[in-house]
C-alpha cells in the first residue's frame, strides 16, 4: 500500500505531503474493505447461519428472496431501516444512542489487521495480534452503555452479565494467544503467519501437545467473547427477552446483530492466523501459480485463508443451534477454575518444549495430524452409520 | 430490586406473571399472579347443557384435550350410571395416549429451547405435526378436538387408521432415540437440569402435585394403574419413577427424563390398543337431554399434566348445578413462590418449563 | 376403607358429622365449621386413614342461603378418598383456613374466596387470585351480576347475533 500512495502522491497529488496521501490511502481502503467485504460478508453470513440452521432443523431455511435467498439480509436490512426508531422514555439518550456504534467499532477496527493474504493487509502493525485483542474489547463498553442506557431493568441486567463474560473470557484467550507467541516469536499477525508453513502438520495446532489444547481454549474464549451459544446468556432470548438488545428497534438493532455476525468472522479470522497456518499455501502451488500470473498466488492464499475461516465459521455455527446455554455462574465456574489454569499450564508447557526441543519435533507434529485425521475419518464415518441407523431421508443437495 | 417476568414473556408457558424479588442474579422470592386467561368456564358449565359443555373442555387445557374431554364425560357418566361401548372405550384410550404423546413432545422441546438449545424444540413440533394430521383423519380437529361424547365417542376410525399410526409408531421410535441422544446426554443441558427446583417427596404430596411432577419426585402412583378407569385394567405398561439419576431425586431433569420415558410407555400401550380394538357400537344409547339424577362425583383422569378432577353437582335439571375442573398446573404453581428461594433466574426459567404449567390449565 | 367406615371412624372421634349417602355419585360428610381443622389434622395423621393429599377444595353456593366448601381428601399409602363438606350461611361465610395442615390450600382457598367469597379465617394472604385485585363481587355465586363497567371499560357489548 505505500507502493499505491508513493504512485498516487508523486503523479497527481504532489502538492499535498507524502504523508496525507498515505492517510487518506489508508482510509480508503478501510472504507473499501468495511463496504465491499465486511458488510456484505456479515449479510451473507447471516443467510448462512439460517440456512443452516434449517438444515439441522430438517427444514429448508430462506430461499425466497433472490436466487436461493442469497438477497434475504438485504431485505432485512431495508426492512429495519424502515421501522419506526424507538427510544423508550426512561432511556438515557445519549448512551442508547452511541451504545451499537461503539460495538460496531469495536469489531470493525480489528480487520485493519487482519491478514487476508501476503500483501492484502491493511495495517501490518508489529503488535498486530495484540492490537486486535484490544480494540475488540472496546465492545465491552458498548454492550454495558446498551444495557444501563436503556432504562430496563431486564437490559440492565443482560449488560450486566455480558460484561462480566466477555471481560473474563480475555484472560484465557489471551493465554492461548501466548501460547503460540512464543514459538513464533512476534506479534505480528504477518510474522506469526510466516513462522508457520502450509502443510497442516506444520501449523501451529499440531506443534505440540500444549497448542492443541490451546486451540480448544481460544476457539470456546472467543466464541463466549461473541457472545454466541453456548455462551449467549447475555442475549438470551427465552430468559431476558434478549438482554440489553431488548429495548432497541429498527437499524440499531441491525447494528448489534452485524455486529456479532462480523465478530464471527473475526473470531475465524485470529484462530486461522494464530492456529491453522493462516494464508499459506504449499510451495509447489505458490511458485506454479506464481508462473501463471503474479497476482494469483495472492489470490490463492485468499482463497485458502477464507477456507479456513469458513470451516471454523460453520463449526460455531452448528455450536450454536446444538448446545443449550450455559448458566452464568457455571460460565464464569468454566473461565476462572477450569480454563485459567489450564491456559498457565499450556503457555509454561510451550516455553519447557520449547527449551527442550529448540528445533521443534516434527514427529510430534506427524502424531498429533494423524491423530486429527482419525478423528476427522472417524466423525464422517459415525454421521454415515447415524444417517443407516434411523433410515433418515437426507437431502444432500442444500439448495433444494 | 422488583423485576416483573410479565405476562408476556418467551419463556413463561402462556401468559403468566412472575414477580421477582431479587439481587442481581439471585432471587429471594418469585411470587407468581395468575389470572390472565381466566375465561370462567366453571361459570359456563352452569349455563350449557351437558352435550353442549364439550367443546370448553377442550380449551381447558388445549395441549391435552383429550383427556379433558374424556374426564368430563366420565364424571357425567358417572352420575347417569352409563356403561360406555367397548369399542369406543378403545377408542377414547387411543386418542388419549396419542395427546399424551404430543403433550409430553410438546414439553419437552419447549423445555429444551428454553434451556437454549433451539434445534430440539423444532424436531419434536415436526413429530408433533404428524400426529396432528392423524387427529385430523380422525376427528377433523387438530388442536381442541372435541372428539368425545358422553357415552362413547363422536366418529369412528376412519379405513387405513391402524396402518397410517402403526407406521407412524415405527418412525417415531427411532427418532425418539435419536432426540434422546441429542439432548438428554448432552453435559450443558444436565448440568442447567440436576439439582435445579428439587421438591421433595413430602412437598410434593403436601403441596398436591401431580402426575409426572409427583412421579419424578418418588411418588409411585399413577391413575391409570391404581384407580384404573377405562380399559386401562387390561393394558400392561410401567409407570416411570424419577429416581435421581443425575443429581437429586425431584429436581427438574428427573421431571424431565420422567416425561421422556413416559412417551415410550405411551407407544406401549397404542401398540397394544391397536392390536386388540374390537369392533361395535361407538355411542350408548341415550336420551336427547341429559337429566342426571340428583348427586355429585368426583372423577379423576391422568391427563399429560397430572390427573385432572372433574367435580360435579347435579340437581336434577338438564343443566349442571356446579362443574369444577381441578388441574394440576395450579397447584403446581403454588410450590414455586417456596421453591425459588435462593435460586437464580435462569434456574426460575428452568423450573416452570420443567414443572409444564400451562395457562390455560391454571386459570380456566 | 369404605365410606361408611370412614365415616364411622370420624363420628366416633367428633359430633355434630352428617353422612349423606341416598344420593347418586358420591356420599359425603357434612361436617361444623368450627372443627374443620381438627378433622383435617385427624384425618391427615391417623395411621389407619392417612389423608395425606388435600385433592380439591372448592366453594360451592348452594341453596337456598348457605354457601359450602367441599374437601376432596385422598390417601396415597392407601389409595382411599373421601369428600367432606362444611356449610355456612351467606350472609356471613367464615370458615377457619385449613392452610395448616395441607399447604396445597392456601392457594384453593384463594380461588373459593375469589370465587365464591368464602372468608378464610387465619389464612397469611388472602386476596383474590383470578380477578383483578379491585373487582367487586364474586361470580359463581348464583345470585351475581357482573359490574357495569370496570375502569371505565364496559362489560357488555351489543349482542351480533339476533340483529
Not at chain 1, 450486566?160 to 466477555?166: C, D
Not at chain 2, 387408521?161 to 425418539?176: K, N, T
Request: glycine share 8%; aromatic share 12%.
Amino acid at each position: 500500500m505505500e507502493n499505491f500512495a508513493n504512485y498516487l502522491h508523486d503523479n497527481f497529488l504532489w502538492g499535498a505531503p507524502l504523508w496525507v496521501v498515505q492517510v487518506i490511502v489508508q482510509f480508503g481502503f478501510a472504507l473499501l474493505l468495511l463496504m465491499v467485504f465486511v458488510s456484505p460478508f456479515a449479510g451473507i453470513l447471516s443467510f448462512i447461519e439460517r440456512r443452516i440452521a434449517g438444515r439441522m432443523q430438517d427444514r429448508i431455511g430462506p430461499n425466497r428472496v433472490g436466487p436461493q435467498g442469497l438477497l434475504q439480509f438485504l431485505a432485512d436490512g431495508i426492512k429495519s431501516l424502515l421501522k419506526e426508531d424507538l427510544i423508550p422514555k426512561s432511556a438515557d439518550k445519549p448512551l442508547f444512542i452511541i451504545a451499537p456504534y461503539l460495538v460496531f467499532l469495536g469489531m470493525f477496527t480489528t480487520f485493519v489487521a487482519l491478514p487476508f493474504a501476503s500483501k492484502l493487509i491493511v495495517a501490518d502493525l508489529n503488535v498486530g495480534i495484540l492490537y486486535v485483542f484490544a480494540t475488540s474489547s472496546l465492545t465491552v463498553v458498548g454492550l454495558v452503555m446498551a444495557g444501563w442506557g436503556s432504562g430496563s431493568k431486564w437490559s440492565m441486567l443482560g449488560g450486566m452479565r455480558a460484561a462480566a463474560q466477555v471481560i473474563s473470557y480475555e484472560i484465557p484467550a489471551g493465554l492461548a494467544a501466548l501460547t503460540v507467541l512464543l514459538p513464533a516469536g512476534s506479534l505480528s499477525m504477518q510474522k506469526i503467519i510466516a513462522s508457520q508453513g502450509a502443510h497442516p502438520w506444520q501449523w501451529f495446532i499440531f506443534s505440540t501437545p500444549f497448542t492443541l489444547v490451546a486451540f480448544f481454549i481460544l476457539f470456546t474464549s472467543l466464541v463466549a467473547e461473541g457472545n454466541r451459544a453456548p455462551f449467549d446468556l447475555p442475549e438470551a432470548e427465552s430468559e431476558l427477552v434478549s438482554g440489553y438488545n431488548t429495548e432497541y428497534s429498527g437499524m440499531r438493532f441491525v447494528f448489534f446483530f452485524f455486529a456479532e455476525w462480523a465478530n464471527l468472522y473475526v473470531m475465524a479470522a485470529i484462530l486461522t492466523t494464530l492456529f491453522l497456518g493462516g494464508w499459506q499455501i504449499p510451495q509447489s502451488l505458490s511458485v506454479a501459480s506464481a508462473s501463471a500470473a503474479s497476482w494469483l498466488p495472492q489470490v490463492l492464499q485468499l482463497i485458502f485463508f477464507q477456507l479456513k475461516c469458513l470451516a471454523i465459521i460453520f463449526l460455531v455455527i452448528q455450536l450454536r443451534w446444538t448446545l443449550p446455554r450455559i448458566r452464568m455462574d457455571q460460565l464464569m465456574t468454566l473461565c476462572w477454575k477450569y480454563m485459567v489454569p489450564i491456559g498457565f499450564f499450556c503457555v509454561i508447557g510451550t516455553a519447557a518444549w520449547m527449551m527442550i526441543f529448540p528445533q521443534g519435533a516434527p514427529k510430534m507434529a506427524y502424531l498429533l495430524t494423524a491423530l486429527a485425521g482419525v478423528t476427522v475419518i472417524y466423525y464422517f464415518y459415525r454421521v454415515v452409520w447415524q444417517i443407516k441407523v434411523s433410515h433418515a431421508q437426507i437431502e444432500l443437495n442444500p439448495f433444494v | 430490586m422488583l423485576l416483573n417476568m410479565g405476562p408476556q414473556h418467551p419463556s413463561t408457558h402462556g401468559v403468566i406473571r412472575f414477580v421477582v424479588k431479587t439481587d442481581g442474579e439471585v432471587m429471594s422470592e418469585a411470587m407468581p399472579d395468575v389470572g390472565y386467561l381466566h375465561r370462567s368456564i366453571e361459570k359456563i358449565g352452569e349455563i350449557c347443557d351437558y352435550n353442549g359443555f364439550m367443546p370448553y373442555t377442550d380449551r381447558a387445557d388445549y395441549l391435552s384435550a383429550m383427556n379433558a374431554n374424556q374426564g368430563y364425560a366420565m364424571v357425567v357418566e358417572k352420575l347417569l350410571g352409563l356403561e360406555v361401548p367397548r369399542r369406543a372405550e378403545f377408542l377414547r384410550v387411543i386418542a388419549a395416549e396419542f395427546n399424551r404423546i404430543i403433550s409430553h413432545l410438546l414439553s419437552v422441546g419447549a423445555l429444551a429451547m428454553d434451556v437454549g438449545a433451539a434445534t430440539p424444540f423444532i424436531h419434536a413440533l415436526k413429530e408433533r405435526e404428524k400426529v396432528n394430521d392423524l387427529m385430523e383423519a380422525l376427528c377433523g380437529q387438530r388442536l381442541t378436538y372435541n372428539y368425545v361424547r358422553i357415552g362413547g365417542v363422536s366418529y369412528d376410525m376412519p379405513p387405513n387408521c391402524s396402518e397410517r399410526c402403526l407406521d407412524f409408531l415405527d418412525r417415531f421410535e427411532p427418532q425418539w432415540d435419536e432426540f434422546e441422544r441429542l439432548v438428554s446426554a448432552n453435559k450443558i443441558f444436565i448440568e442447567r437440569l440436576s439439582k435445579v427446583g428439587t421438591i421433595s417427596r413430602e412437598d410434593a404430596i403436601a403441596y398436591n402435585l401431580v402426575g409426572p411432577n409427583l412421579r419424578a419426585s418418588g411418588v409411585d402412583y399413577d391413575l391409570r394403574r391404581d384407580i384404573p378407569y377405562s380399559i386401562y385394567p387390561e393394558l400392561d405398561f410401567n409407570v416411570i419413577v424419577g429416581r435421581g439419576e443425575q443429581g437429586e431425586v425431584g429436581d427438574s431433569f428427573d421431571r424431565y427424563i420422567v416425561r421422556v420415558r413416559e412417551i415410550r410407555e405411551s407407544i406401549k400401550i397404542l401398540r397394544q390398543c391397536f392390536s386388540r380394538i374390537p369392533e361395535g357400537d361407538i355411542l350408548a344409547k341415550m336420551p336427547k337431554v341429559l337429566k342426571p339424577p340428583v348427586g355429585e362425583a368426583y372423577v379423576r383422569t391422568e391427563s399429560s399434566r397430572g390427573d385432572m378432577g372433574y367435580y360435579l353437582i347435579s340437581d336434577g335439571s338438564a343443566k349442571a348445578f356446579r362443574l369444577r375442573i381441578r388441574t394440576g398446573s395450579f397447584t403446581g404453581m403454588a410450590i414455586i413462590q417456596k421453591i425459588s428461594q435462593g435460586m437464580m433466574i435462569a434456574d426460575l426459567v428452568t423450573l416452570i418449563a420443567s414443572l409444564d404449567v400451562v395457562a390455560p390449565e391454571i386459570d380456566r | 376403607m369404605t365410606f361408611d367406615e370412614i365415616a364411622k371412624t370420624l363420628q366416633e372421634k367428633f359430633e355434630g358429622l352428617v353422612p349423606t349417602t341416598d344420593r347418586a355419585g358420591d356420599p359425603f360428610l357434612t361436617v361444623p365449621a368450627a372443627k374443620i381443622v381438627e378433622i383435617l389434622t385427624f384425618c391427615r395423621d391417623d395411621g389407619l386413614m392417612a389423608f395425606d393429599c388435600l385433592s380439591n377444595l372448592t366453594g360451592v353456593d348452594a341453596p337456598p342461603d348457605d354457601i359450602e366448601t367441599v374437601y376432596h381428601l385422598f390417601s396415597y399409602p392407601k389409595r382411599h378418598s373421601v369428600t367432606l363438606k362444611v356449610r355456612v350461611p351467606k350472609a356471613s361465610p367464615q370458615v377457619p383456613t385449613v392452610e395448616g395442615v395441607y399447604p396445597t390450600a392456601n392457594w384453593q382457598e384463594r380461588e373459593a374466596y375469589d370465587l365464591i367469597g368464602t372468608v378464610f379465617t387465619g389464612h397469611s394472604d388472602l386476596r383474590r387470585i383470578m380477578l383483578p385485585d379491585d373487582w367487586v363481587g364474586h361470580p359463581l355465586r348464583k345470585d351475581y351480576k357482573e359490574q357495569e363497567d370496570y375502569h371505565g371499560m364496559a362489560t357488555t357489548r351489543p349482542s351480533l347475533l339476533n340483529s
